[in-house]
C-alpha cells in the first residue's frame, strides 16, 4: 500500500494547471491505433506492429454521495474522461514508445482492474492491491480531502486529476519487488504528475542543496526530471524498467544505468539549479508529445 498524506499536498491559490490531452492517434493505414488487434494473423504488419497499451477495467464507488466532497467531484470533473486520459498519461510516460504504442522495452505490469473508492477518510488517497488479487488495484481518495481543496473553483479539477494521476502510477509502476525506496517510488508517482502539467501551484523545484535525492514527491520529481533532460528523453522509463528487473541496490542501480552514483547525480543537479543552467528549467505543458 502506498499511502500519501496531506502534508505535502496542501493546495495553495494560484491559477490551474490544464491536464495534458492525450493526442488522436495517427490515421496511417497498416499500422493501427491503439487497443486495434488486426485480425489479419500472418499479415507482415503484425510482426513489426510494436504492442499497443492495455486497457484496464475502470470501476468507481462512491460512498457516501451527500458528502460535499462528491458533490465538488462530480462538478469538477468527468470521471470516466478523467480516469481514463490519466491511465493513458501514466502508460505513455512509463511505457510509452510514443503516445499511441508501448515501448517494446518496457513492461506494463498485469495490472487488470481500477477501482477509485470515494470516501470520507483522513490523508489524501493511497492505492492498494484489492483483496482479491494484487492485479486488480484500489484506489482510496478523500472526500473530507476533495471538500476542502482551495480555492475550489480554480484548483478542483486540475487538483483531482494531479492525484488521480498519482495513484494511477502506483497501479502501473515497478518497485524492485518492494526494495526500492519509498522516495524514489513517490518521486516517480509525482515527476509524471509533473510531465501532465498537473503539479499544484506550491511545488517549486528547490533553489540549494536542500532536502535529498530521495525526499520524495515533488522533491524527487524535479531530479528525475533534471535527469530526464541529462541523460534524454525516457531515463525515467529505464529507471522503472530496471526496477522491474533487479532487486534495488543503490550502489550498483545508478552507476548501472547512468554512470554515476547517485549522490554525484544530486550534486551536479543542485549545482545545474543554483546556476540556473537549462536542464534544471521546468518541464511545460507544451513539452509533452
Ligand atoms: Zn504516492
Known amino acids: 500500500m502506498t499511502a ?30 491503439q487497443g486495434n488487434n488486426p485480425s489479419g494473423a500472418g499479415s507482415s504488419d503484425r510482426v513489426t506492429e510494436p504492442p499497443a497499451y492495455p486497457k484496464p477495467k ?7 454521495l451527500n458528502h460535499e ?33 508501448a515501448d517494446p522495452a518496457t ?45 475550489r473553483k480554480e484548483r478542483a479539477t486540475a487538483e483531482i486529476a494531479g492525484v488521480l494521476t498519482h495513484e494511477l502510477v ?13 522516495g524514489l517510488v513517490e518521486g516517480i508517482a509525482d515527476w509524471v504528475r509533473l510531465r501532465c502539467a498537473l503539479s499544484p501551484p506550491h511545488w517549486k523545484r528547490e533553489p540549494a542543496a536542500i532536502g535529498r535525492w530521495d525526499g520524495g514527491y515533488q522533491h524527487t520529481a524535479y531530479f528525475l526530471d533534471y535527469l530526464e533532460r541529462r541523460f534524454g528523453d525516457g ?13 534495488y541496490d543503490g550502489k550498483t542501480f545508478w552507476p548501472g544505468l547512468l554512470g ?20 534544471a528549467s521546468s518541464v511545460s505543458a507544451s513539452e509533452m508529445s
Open 4 to 33: 500519501d498524506n496531506g502534508t505535502d499536498r496542501a493546495t495553495a491559490a494560484s491559477g490551474p494547471a490544464a491536464p495534458t490531452p492525450t493526442p488522436a492517434p495517427p490515421s496511417g493505414p497498416s499500422n493501427g491505433p
Open 58 to 64: 475502470l470501476r468507481v464507488e462512491i460512498r457516501d
Open 69 to 101: 466532497g462528491a458533490d465538488v467531484f462530480l462538478g469538477a470533473v468527468n470521471l470516466s474522461a478523467v480516469m481514463q486520459q490519466a491511465v493513458g498519461n501514466v502508460q505513455h510516460l512509463l511505457y510509452g514508445r510514443n503516445a499511441w504504442y
Open 107 to 151: 513492461h506494463i505490469p498485469p495490472t487488470r482492474s481500477v477501482t477509485l473508492v470515494l470516501r470520507d477518510m483522513d490523508g489524501v488517497a493511497y492505492t492498494t492491491g484489492s483483496e482479491l488479487d494484487n492485479d486488480h488495484k484500489e484506489i482510496h481518495f478523500s472526500l473530507r480531502y476533495i471538500a476542502g481543496i482551495k480555492p
Open 170 to 182: 502506483h497501479c502501473y509502476q515497478w518497485d524492485g519487488r518492494g526494495t526500492c525506496p519509498g
Open 235 to 247: 531515463t525515467v522509463r529505464r529507471i522503472n524498467e530496471k526496477l522491474r528487473l533487479d532487486h
Open 260 to 279: 554515476h552514483s547517485v549522490e554525484k547525480l544530486w550534486e551536479d543537479y543542485v549545482d545545474a539549479v543554483k546556476n540556473e543552467r537549462p536542464e
